[in-house]
């Protein structure tokens, strides 16, 4: 009897991880769409912060490099306090963009052995940070001005679904 | 004999090669093919068929041949097309069609729907908005599809890959053909991109693939500016929700419709919204140094000012106040308590002191324009009129139609616009369509057609000099609600545009006759105009008055006497109609627009002979006026010949699929014949397309909650900051 108790745990428990894996999609983007800015397929994370927001975390899957293309949503209450904080993540001069959103700016977001571009933009009262990283830094998809142009383009995707 | 052996040679050689390229060429186009079939076969799987596996792309009417799903690469990229076509990409670059998909205020309204409902009800906006989309299969959950063609929209290889129109349903009536830049020697469509000096060796072959001649008629514009709202869209019943392209077709620029108040000369859309010009970029495509504008400039500021395209917003704030579109004429004063107008103003003598008490009649005229003012979307355009009247040192005495420092218009201006309204009689804001159940009221202008805007004011009593009064229309798009709803409220002013405005400087004490400006109408066009908005306002006896007065100025205009006739008519002073009619008949025997309306007398009096005559030489001079085609249409009716009858309601049909006459019509008489199906099918449109009488009272729901609107739909309202109070005897406001 306990022996058969055991089996059905075991098979019960065999089954878990498949009743509890839930649909895995970013809201704001598609992987597809990230795949083509990535130049290959992509695996994707999405997890929640502490303040109610989202991050969608796309990662290419090529052998040669580390590509990533990261979605942060952030709800924001008081616009005017809160931006100029995301704005400061920038490691890098800034570049302000027009038609993203409400208001977006350009930068740099890469260290030393990574190089990243990032776009940090605002629609109503969420901020969203786009941002494509890339150790591939000679392959002409992953060049810095290649990298800046998927990004506007991505913040720009991003943007429209926040609308 | 070696000779004949080496031309054997040479010929068997030459064979092979043109064999190889044959199944090379075969090939590619069965690479192609494959491409798309496996393509289709990979979407389908997980395509979201909510509507029917037959119906992937309903609520939208947009389909391409093959009947099935056609990857995004097939359509070339602009910036392929730009290569040869620079002036071309510029200006679309530009304008709305390359941005109908990524702008915040597409993007704003379309997503309530996504999160509201699903996706795939989506599939109805985007079928116009973004086609690459739909027919790519992006639009269903968990989408796989690379979205990176979103921020093209309308991409130059969508219009100029339509091979067909579905009629002039609207909702992205088109069939798109499998993109294609070049035909080969047999005409065939090559599809997908070739090399450029190809296209240059034969650039026949590349116009006949991307260019159709139905391309430069209204009827293409129809496919996106004509839209409907069908039962799968709302779950209640078939809506009309614009239509530039009917409005247009009843305009004087069709030539098609004999009822217009004024003629002139045939003008497509593109004639308007397409004119040639010199091109300053190289185009292949441009004839003699011009290029038909794929500017499309029209009335949208936004667009361009919200991605900083300033030479579009800069040719859209010309084109607005180019070609005479509308015309102002501060018609008339009137002093209260007298009944006596002062008109037409600038032409007659007349005094006003300080304290008096005015009324100043505005005509606005929908002059130029080949739709109505303001065309489609009007529940998120706003135009209205600006009136103002000021002193001597320009303080202002009355001022209507103000801008608040919030951005809102002013609440009692009169404004061109409508209000559409859900069950529950709210005003359907953010432009959820699919909740749209009546609309409260619709203060735009018909094409050719006039309003009259009234507005009270009183002069000071320490006036000293004169008075200037001002009626302008102004213009923005999108209204200041709409704009708060996409950005928040801290977004920057979006442009107000002037289209027209007249002024009019006012003597204290005596005035004289003052020359006319360069725009004003003659007088006569002054009463008529006046007459027309009188007629709109059912005020029929001051609309006979007015059409009285251009008789006496034009006594040969045979339209005088008509109009003079409809409004009788419409008043059911019949006798008095018949004798208007027949004498613009006498100055005029073939006249149409007269003829029109005296066969509808004809009918009230039993002459169906007569009847029958005048209709029919209406539709021998007019055969696409709807209107000609309807009455005859129940004329043979009324005489059952049924024959005759459903003739003209389905040539009635095929001019307007929707007309609710015809659907009625034909689905009675092809019962009578015999033809249950097509009977059935009629009836079920009739009734999906047939007005709701429960919508009034969503209508009045809301024009009771919305008092400074509820005056705006009260066709002869007044504006004023006066109060009035009922004297005892209960006469009403003096």
């Known amino acids: 009897m306990i022996r058969r108790w055991l089996q059905y745990a075991v098979f019960l428990g065999l089954l878990l991880p498949l009743a509890g894996r839930a649909e895995n999609n970013c809201p704001w983007l598609n992987e597809a769409t990230a795949a083509g800015a990535l130049s290959g397929p992509v695996t994707l994370t999405v997890q929640s912060t502490a303040d109610e927001g989202t991050i969608c975390l796309f990662q290419g899957m090529q052998t040669a490099a580390n590509s990533s293309l990261q979605i942060e949503i952030h709800p924001v209450k008081d ?20 038609a993203i959103g409400n208001e977006a700016i350009q ?7 990574v190089q990243a571009e990032q776009v940090i933009g605002r629609v109503r009262e969420k901020v969203f940070l786009v941002t494509i990283s890339s150790t591939l830094e000679h392959h002409s998809t992953m060049k810095k001005e290649a990298l800046q142009e998927k990004t506007r383009n991505i913040a720009e995707q991003v943007a429209g679904a926040l609308f | 004999m070696k000779t004949i052996l080496m031309r054997l040679i040479f010929v068997a050689a030459v064979a092979v090669a043109v064999f190889c390229a044959f199944v090379v060429s075969i090939q590619a186009g069965s690479d192609e093919s494959m491409e798309r079939k496996e393509y289709a076969a990979k979407v389908r799987a997980k395509y979201n068929f909510h509507f029917g596996t037959d119906k992937p792309f309903i609520p939208g009417s947009i389909s391409v041949e093959g009947d099935d799903f056609i990857q ?61 989309a739909v027919l790519a299969g992006g639009l269903t959950q968990n989408s796989q ?9 309308l991409t130059c290889m969508t219009c100029h890959s339509v091979q067909s129109l579905k009629s002039t349903d609207g909702n992205a009536g088109a069939v798109m053909g499998v993109p294609s830049v070049m035909v080969d020697e047999d005409g065939k469509r090559i599809p997908g991109e ?15 693939a991307v260019m159709k001649g139905f391309y430069r008629t209204p009827e293409f514009c129809a496919a996106c500016h004509k839209a409907n709202l069908p039962n799968p869209l709302n779950d209640y019943k078939f809506l009309r929700a614009f239509t530039a392209f009917d409005e247009w077709q009843t305009s004087k620029f069709s030539k098609r419709n004999p009822l217009t108040f004024y003629s002139g000369d045939f003008t497509t859309c593109q004639g308007c919204h397409m004119k040639r010009a010199p091109n300053a970029l190289p185009d292949y495509g441009a004839k003699n140094g011009t290029l038909a504008s794929h500017r499309w400039l029209a009335g949208n500021t936004a667009v361009p000012f919200y991605y900083g395209f300033d030479e579009q917003l800069q040719k859209t704030i010309e084109f607005l106040r180019s070609n005479n579109y509308l015309n102002v004429d501060i018609f008339a004063l009137r002093k209260a308590g007298s009944e006596q107008m002062i008109a037409p103003l600038g032409s007659v003598p007349f005094a006003i002191e300080p304290n008096n008490l005015l009324e100043a009649l505005v005509v606005i005229q929908n002059k130029n324009i080949g739709h109505s003012l303001i065309p489609e979307v009007r529940d998120l355009y706003e135009a209205w009129v600006e009136f103002t009247v000021k002193d001597a040192q320009g303080k202002d005495i009355y001022h209507s139609g103000f801008i608040k420092p919030d951005g809102m218009l002013d609440e009692r201006a009169h404004s ?46 320490d006036v000293k000099g004169t008075v200037t009064i001002t009626a302008k229309v102004n213009y923005r798009h999108f209204r200041q609600s709409y704009l708060n709803n996409v950005f928040g409220k801290d ?178 008489l092809y019962k009578r014949m015999g033809m249950a199906d097509k009977a059935a099918e009629q009836q079920a449109l009739f009734i999906t397309k047939k007005f709701d009488p429960g919508a009034p009272t969503y209508s009045l729901d809301f024009l009771r909650q919305h008092p400074e609107i509820s005056n705006e739909s009260i066709p002869w309202h007044m504006h004023t900051d006066q109060s009035h109070s009922v004297t005892s005897n209960g006469q009403g406001a003096q």
């Open chain 2, 72 to 132: 995004p690469g097939a359509f070339p990229d602009a910036k392929y097309c730009a290569h040869c076509h620079q002036e071309a990409y510029s200006q679309w670059r530009q304008a709305l069609h390359s941005n109908a998909f990524r702008t915040p205020f597409y993007r704003t309204s379309v997503n309530i729907l996504i999160n509201t409902k699903g996706i795939e009800f989506a599939r109805h906006c985007d079928s116009c908005h973004n086609p690459v």
């Open chain 2, 491 to 668: 977004h920057p002013d979006y442009p107000v545009v002037e289209i027209a405005s007249r002024t009019r400087t006012l003597n204290i004490g005596e005035n004289q006759p003052v020359a006319p400006e360069q725009n004003d109408n003659p007088d006569w066009m002054r009463w008529n105009n006046l007459g027309i908005s009188l007629l709109d306002q059912v005020q029929y006896a001051d609309a006979v008055y007015a059409f009285n007065e251009v008789i006496k100025l034009r006594p040969d205009y045979a339209d005088g006497y008509t109009n003079i006739s409809l409004t009788t008519a419409e008043w059911e002073k019949y006798g008095s109609a018949r004798a208007s009619i027949q004498k613009a008949l006498q100055i005029d025997p073939n006249n149409a627009r007269a003829l029109y309306y005296a066969a509808l007398l004809e009918r009230r009096a039993g002459n169906t002979d007569a009847e029958l005559a005048d209709l029919q030489s209406v539709v021998q001079q007019y055969p696409e006026s709807r209107d000609a085609r309807r009455e005859l249409g129940i004329s043979y009716y009324r005489l059952h010949h049924y024959d005759e009858a459903l003739q003209q309601f389905e040539t009635l049909q095929k001019i307007d699929p929707d007309d609710v006459t015809a659907h009625y019509n034909l689905s009675i």
């Open chain 2, 194 to 208: 070739v090399p450029y000096n190809e296209i240059l060796k034969h650039t026949d072959r590349h116009s006949q």
């Open chain 2, 145 to 153: 599809v690379d979205r990176k063609f979103d921020q093209d929209g």
């Open chain 1, 79 to 98: 616009v005017a306090q809160a931006f100029p904080v995301y704005k400061a993540r920038c490691s890098s001069q800034t570049t302000v963009l027009r």
């Open chain 2, 416 to 461: 061109f616009t409508n209000r559409p309204v859900n069950e529950n009689g709210e005003f359907v804001d953010n432009h959820k369509v699919w909740t749209i159940h009546s609309v409260a009221y619709d203060n735009s202008v018909q094409a050719g057609r006039s309003t009259l805007v009234r507005y009270e004011f009183r002069i000071p009593a």
């Open chain 1, 107 to 113: 930068c740099g977001a890469g260290t030393k052995s």
